[in-house]
């Protein structure tokens, strides 16, 4: 079964960075834009970055820009979101997902998610 696998995840003080990956087995997603969700408690799910098949085209939402910064690596079929100068309302399950690169990002036609991973900041 293809999912996209997250780690990196965990506690970290207000300030402070995590590097998330995302693996994936069983199938290459180097074809594939691939983008970073979050959903906290209480909240839908949201947008947080993407990135094109060539990496070389990147999107990010407001509340992040200028602090994470989304990369890949299609020999290791991975996607990174390195997360600089955490705040408390980044606290969230943050997933990853795929989506077959035709050309045009859609954040709601993901095919593959993974399960998530859990990010906390501490105040």
């Known amino acids: 079964q293809v999912q996209p696998v997250e780690s990196g995840g965990g506690l970290v003080q207000a300030g402070g960075s995590l590097r998330l990956s995302c693996a994936a087995s069983?199938?290459?997603?180097?074809?594939?834009?691939r983008g970073w969700f979050r959903k906290a408690p209480g909240k839908e799910r949201e947008f947080v970055a993407a990135i094109n098949w060539k990496g070389v085209w990147t999107k990010y939402a407001g509340a992040v820009e200028g602090r994470f910064t989304i990369s890949r690596d299609n020999a290791l079929n991975t996607v990174y979101l390195q997360m600089d100068s955490l705040k408390p309302e980044d606290t969230a399950v943050y997933y990853c997902?795929?989506?077959?690169?035709?050309?045009?990002?859609?954040?709601?036609?993901?095919?593959?998610w993974g399960q998530g991973t859990q990010v906390t900041v501490s105040s």
């Open positions: 069983g199938r290459s997603f180097s074809s594939y834009f």
């Open positions: 997902c795929a989506l077959y690169d035709y050309g045009i990002w859609n954040a709601n036609e993901c095919d593959y």
